[in-house]
Structure formats: C-alpha cells, structure tokens
C-alpha cells in the first residue's frame, strides 16, 4: 500500500492534498482495503462548511458504514459527483479519487496533520500490519 | 473515518477455531470474531465470492456449526417433540429444515434435521447458539426412554460447496452418483479418498450444492479444502467467508437466528408456519402455536423490503410509515451484490405487510423510501443436475 509523500494524513484514515488555499480530501489505500467493495458514498454539498475532526458525510461497503472525518476546518469548494455512480473508484485507486475539494479556513491546521510517515508508522502500531 | 481493528493477532479471550483456521490464515483471509470463532469473513473479496457462488461455485468453512446425533429406538419420540416440523415424514437419507421452540412458540434455533437411518437422526445447529442448544436437548429429552444423545460437534470439517457448477466441482472428487442426490437429501460416498464421508444436498444460499462431512484433523481438512479448490478452478472457484454467506442468505430470503427469529420472535411471525406441522403430535410450543393461531396469527410479520430512494438500509435501522408511526426495525439489511438492489428484511404490523406498502426507512436521521416486496428477493431458475 502507498502513501504519497506530499499528502498529510489523519488517524482516521483520511489524506488532504492541499494546493495553495484549497485541499482535495480522499481516503487512504488502508482505509479502502479494509472496508472492502465501496457500494456508497454520502457527501456535502457545495457551500456547506466542514469542521476540523467533525463528520461531513459516510462511505459505504457492503458490510459496514464509516463516517468520513474533516482534515480540516472550511468551505465545500466542489463534490466528485462522480462517486454517486461509480463509489467503486474509492477502491481501484484511493490515492487519486478525490471525495471534496475544501476551501481552507486556515491553512496551519494542516501542519497538525500526520505526515505519510507518521501515518505509516500509525497503522502498523494499531494493527502489526 | 473510523474503523474497526481487526487485529491479526490473538486477542485475550481466545477464540474457538475450526481445523482451517492455519489455512484461512495463510490465505490472508479478513477473519472477524462470530459467535466465540475465529472466522474468514471475506477471503477474496465479499462482491466476488458472492458472484462466484451466483454464476460459478464457491466453498465455505462451516464447521462452527454444530452436530446432535440421537440413537436408539426412542430417537425419532425425541426429535419430534424438541422439533416443530414432522420428523417421521422423512425416509432414510433425507433432510428437512425445522426449529427447536421455547414452552411459548419463539425460537431456541433453527435446524436440519436428517434421518440417517431408522433410529439415528442428526440435526444440524447454529454456531453461534451450539451451547445454548445442546443443554436446552439435554433438558427436554432427559427423561425419555431409549434414546442416546452425543454432540458430534467438534468430530466434523463441514465444507459447503455451492453454485450452478457445485456439482461439477464435487464429481471430479466423488465416485458417488450426484445426480441421484435430489434437494435436502443425502447419502454416503468416497469423497477425496476418504469413506463414509456424509454428503448432503444443503446449503444456505439459495443455490444448488453440496455440504460434506470429513473427519476433523488439520491434515485432512487442509488436503480436502486444497482439493476442492483445484476441482473448482475451472469454474472460477473462490474461498468464501461469512460476509458472503449473509449477503446470499438474505438474498434467498432465508433467517438467521438473532435477526429474522429469536427467542423473542414466533413461528408465525417469522413466516415459518408451514414447518410447524401442528397435526403431528405434541412438540414443544405446539400449544402457543395453536393460540396464537386461534387468536387471530400473529400482529406482526417478517416483510421484505426494497429501498426505492438512495441509501442503504441495514440492520436494526429503525421503520415508519410514510405518514412518521414507528413500525419495527430492520432484522437484516445490506446492499445485494446479484441483484443489485439494496435489500432488508424488517417486522411491520400485519397490517403495513401489503405488497408494494411503502414505508420510511430512519437512515442517520434521515427517512428514505423503502416498498414492501415479496420473499424470497432472490430464486434460481436452474434445475439440480
């Protein structure tokens, strides 16, 4: 599994890939791994605001819900509205499908995040993976 | 997003496991905790094990499941007062399926009875209610004469074969004539070399296939296992866990103890009436049946549902009707990998059990349509070859 360097991370699973005052928000290869075949995503619109470790929608498998976690605090820029038809995309290739684009409110909050490293070393303490 | 840890090594409490449990292991199957067991719960992936047993063949590792045996000439007075459905109907190498009740006519379980000869049945129980079961046996057929019983239990490796192309699979491993095997039958037969291997036309999938019986050792278990995937590989064989074992259970429309039937549940409610055969003689809530019958059946009843408005309904997500009245909730729910639709089976008021009945679906605070549909969800069209 990858972790691309220049992403930050959180411990529950997401990745941001910030450019200048707006960051894409996916979830990580663990994270698609785990919760298996993808059936189902449910995201905010476009203009609602999201909160730093607040939820802003859920991601399906078959088996299981799982909330989605904001990275960070801000402004819903733009939705992958192509995850209503194709949620499966999630799974062939988590690094690169984006869920929301954000609009940062404050680009520091990033540096809290996990570096790929950090995050790395987080899932193979949690689970001897 | 949060996710449940499914660590890979052993937990505190330890977990029961089956004789394939090294395999499943080595396999990198995704194991979860059912029942106290140590379980693959997807292998392959839980959407391709599902389409492989719809389209082609998969094998399942089933030996948590539990086996009662009782013999002697007092063996069928015993089954047929512990179990609703008539036991002496069955000739010698068939099978029915039936339930145990509680005094009150609610589920102790549901389970297989086989006749395997005049005065030897065998019926075969859930995992996750194997203790439960085997003392509530031992309560009610305790005083009754001339029968003996004996949990076979932990004695079998119980492998369920099924698919359209089951039957392929098994006959490249059995010199036993298949075809001679209608539905809910079984017999006796070489299979991998080994004898008087126990093989049933069963499963719970609402597919054609086979469930075998072989000894219980590491070494054997692991051999068949390796063998019935070498057969099945042609036919696009996977491994298969028990993500897929639900989802193509309820997409036949078939219970599971804890969800559809429970010690809280009826035999009408669940829609199992039919197994009760009420004229064959006392059985252990065959009163309440009768009541409950003379009172007018059940208030309640086990319905199918289909989602109509986007979302996913799952268990225990609660039902309303369209105009806000709580319903019940829903007993089992998930998106259905073959049909492609996302299923649930929920308990409604009789009077809400109409076909087409819309309701609300309560999906994280949110009310999402759902229609009343007729069950099964799913029937195969394929005859048994």
Same mark, same amino acid.
């Given at each position: ?129 | ?231 099945? =590989?042609?036919?696009? *064989?996977? !491994?298969? +866990?028990?993500?897929? $074992?639900?989802?193509?259970? &309820? /997409? ?35 009163? =309440?049946?009768?009541? *409950?019958? !003379?009172? +007018?059946?059940?208030? $309640?009843?086990?319905?199918? &549902? /289909? ?79």
């Amino acid at each position: 599994m990858t972790y691309p360097a220049t992403y930050r991370y959180t411990k529950e699973h997401e990745w941001i890939q910030v450019d200048g005052s707006t960051g894409n928000v996916g979830i990580t290869d663990y994270a698609q791994d785990s919760l298996g075949d993808i059936v189902f995503v449910d995201l905010p619109k476009v203009g609602d605001t999201v909160e730093a470790g607040k939820t802003f929608g859920s991601v399906e498998s078959v088996k299981a819900v799982s909330d989605l976690f904001s990275p960070v605090s801000g402004t819903v820029a733009a939705v992958n509205e192509e995850l209503k038809d194709k949620p499966e995309t999630i799974n062939t290739d988590a690094n690169t499908t984006w869920l929301l684009k954000i609009a940062l409110a404050d680009a520091k909050q990033v540096d809290a995040l996990l570096t790929a490293a950090e995050y790395e070393k987080f899932i193979s303490e949690e689970t001897g993976h | 997003m949060l996710l449940e840890a499914i660590p890979l090594s052993e937990l505190q409490a330890p977990l029961r496991k089956t004789a394939l449990n090294a395999v499943h292991r080595a396999a990198k199957s995704k194991m979860v905790d059912f029942g106290g067991w140590d379980m693959p719960v997807d292998c392959c992936g839980l959407v391709a094990e599902h389409m492989a047993v719809r389209t082609g063949v998969g094998v399942f590792d089933v030996s948590h499941m539990g086996d009662i045996q009782f013999r002697g000439p007092g063996s069928l007075a015993a089954v047929q007062k512990l179990c609703m459905n008539d036991a002496s109907k069955l000739a010698v190498g068939q099978a029915h399926y039936s339930a145990m009740l509680y005094p009150n006519g609610t589920f102790v379980d549901d389970v297989v009875v086989h006749k395997l000869s005049e005065n030897d049945y065998l019926i075969v129980i859930n995992a996750g209610t194997r203790e439960k079961d085997v003392q509530w046996v031992r309560q009610v057929i305790g005083g009754m004469p001339r029968v003996h019983m004996s949990d076979y239990s932990d004695h079998y490796t119980q492998l369920a074969i099924q698919g359209p192309r089951a039957a392929e699979t098994l006959r490249k491993l059995t010199s036993t004539d298949l075809s001679t095997i209608k539905n809910y039958w079984f017999t006796w037969g070489q299979v991998c070399g080994l004898h008087n291997v126990m093989i049933a036309r069963t499963g719970y999938t609402g597919e054609d296939g086979f469930e075998i019986y072989i000894p219980s050792d590491e070494a054997t278990s692991a051999r068949v296992w390796g063998e019935v995937l070498a057969a099945g =590989a042609e036919f696009g *064989i996977l !491994a298969c +866990g028990l993500g897929a $074992r639900n989802t193509l259970r &309820l /997409e036949a429309g078939m219970a599971l103890y804890g969800h559809e039937i429970s010690d809280a549940i009826n035999v009408f409610e669940a829609g199992l009436g039919r197994y009760a055969k009420l004229d064959k003689g006392d059985f252990v809530g065959r009163d =309440a049946l009768m009541e *409950i019958q !003379a009172a +007018g059946g059940p208030k $309640r009843k086990l319905v199918g &549902l /289909e989602m109509v408005e986007r979302g996913i309904g799952r268990d225990g997500y609660p039902v309303f009707s369209l105009d806000g009245k709580r319903l019940g909730k829903i007993t089992s729910g998930s998106p259905a990998p073959f049909l492609k639709k996302n299923i649930a089976m929920a308990y409604v008021p009789v009077e809400f059990g109409a076909l087409d009945t819309e309701v609300a679906v309560e999906i994280r605070g949110q009310r999402v349509k759902a229609r009343v549909v007729a069950l099964p969800f799913y029937k195969r069209t394929r005859k048994s070859t």
